[in-house]
């Protein structure tokens, strides 16, 4: 039988999710503030209803793809409050990614009304999202992470289980802080051989087959013109913004500060990416990746 999934934030990354559950076969009720994403979501074949509520109705999985937690626990709990009309035998994925207490808090009032959730942040970005190759951190039990492979797989193709509530978020958290931490020391030894005379293309080739390389290198280099197809080749336009990684990085320092961990690298990178914000006006809607404009400005 065809199963209803309720999709509940169809922005750059939502639209695109959304787009691959109706592919995968999914009927899709979805909803969104944004006309523009309503359209976007229309055209993919999803059924835009006028509410969080209307589109929660008589649905199997409840997907949401929010901006932060604040927003995540007003949807669920304190403003359209979905937790007191969704199915009893309903799933409910909260995909966005936020503090890991707003998980906890969200799947906790779910339990309390009988409904399952789990928390399912993503790593991948934009492209990934429309591709449908997602990686899953999730977080609860196990029985609701298997009942959601189904949701997951159609969207993703790492899906992954790191604990109980919240867990998925302490995972995505630390992995968005070390990837804060290897961009911003790419573009620093990157920016040092080419401030002694080194081509950037010859160096990331050097630094790949050495001890220095990783996924920034691999995936993203930030130096316009070494990679095609990555946002430094596209003046830092498209994938994840600097504020996403502010917000990101701003969820580590909350934890390590709730669990008295050290994390002096990620500080570092958190006052990096800060510096880059305030450096110039939009700066915060760049690629990430554009921090190496903050080294060049060293010049
Ligand atoms: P976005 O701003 O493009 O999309 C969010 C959407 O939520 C918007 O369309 C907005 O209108 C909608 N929205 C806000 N409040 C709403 C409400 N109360 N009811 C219904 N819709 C509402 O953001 P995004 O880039 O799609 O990111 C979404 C989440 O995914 C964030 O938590 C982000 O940190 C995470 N994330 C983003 C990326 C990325 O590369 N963009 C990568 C991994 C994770």
Not at 4 to 31: D, E, P, Q, R, S
Not at 81 to 101: E, G, H, N, R
Not at 263 to 288: C, Q, T, Y
Request: one cysteine or more; aromatic letters at 6%.
């Amino acid at each position: 039988m065809t199963q209803t999934v309720a999709f509940i934030g169809l922005g750059n990354m939502g639209g695109g999710m959304a787009a691959n559950l109706v592919k995968a076969g999914f009927v899709v009720n979805a909803f969104d503030l944004s006309s523009a994403a309503q359209e976007h979501a229309r055209e993919s074949g999803c059924h835009v209803v006028d509410s969080a509520r209307a589109a929660v109705v008589g649905a199997d999985f409840i997907v949401s793809m929010l901006p932060n937690g604040t927003i995540v626990e007003s949807v669920y709990i304190d403003g359209d409050a979905l937790l007191d009309v969704i199915d009893k035998s309903a799933l409910v994925l909260d995909c966005s990614t936020v503090a890991p207490a707003n998980s906890r808090r969200v799947e906790a009032e779910a339990a309390k009304r009988g409904i399952r959730a789990i928390d399912a942040p993503v790593s991948g970005g934009v492209a990934a999202a429309a591709a449908g190759t997602l990686a899953f951190m999730c977080g609860g039990a196990e029985d609701d992470y298997q009942a959601a492979q189904p949701v997951l797989s159609a969207m993703g193709s790492n899906i992954f289980r790191a604990g109980d509530a919240g867990a998925g978020q302490v995972a995505k958290i630390c992995n968005n802080m070390l990837l804060a931490i290897h961009m911003t020391g790419t573009a620093e030894a990157l920016q040092l051989g080419i401030d002694n005379g080194l081509d950037p293309k010859a160096l990331s080739d050097i630094m790949l087959k050495s001890s220095g390389s990783n996924w920034s290198l691999q995936k993203y280099n930030p130096v316009p013109g070494v990679m095609d197809g990555v946002p430094s080749g596209n003046n830092y336009q498209g994938g994840f913004m600097v504020d996403l990684m502010l917000k990101d990085l701003g969820l580590a320092a909350e934890a390590s500060t709730g669990s008295k961990s050290s994390i002096p690298m990620g500080a570092a990178a958190r006052n990096l990416f800060n510096l880059h914000k305030r450096s110039g006006e939009n700066v915060g809607a760049l690629d990430f990746s554009s921090i190496i404009r903050l080294y060049e400005q060293g010049e």
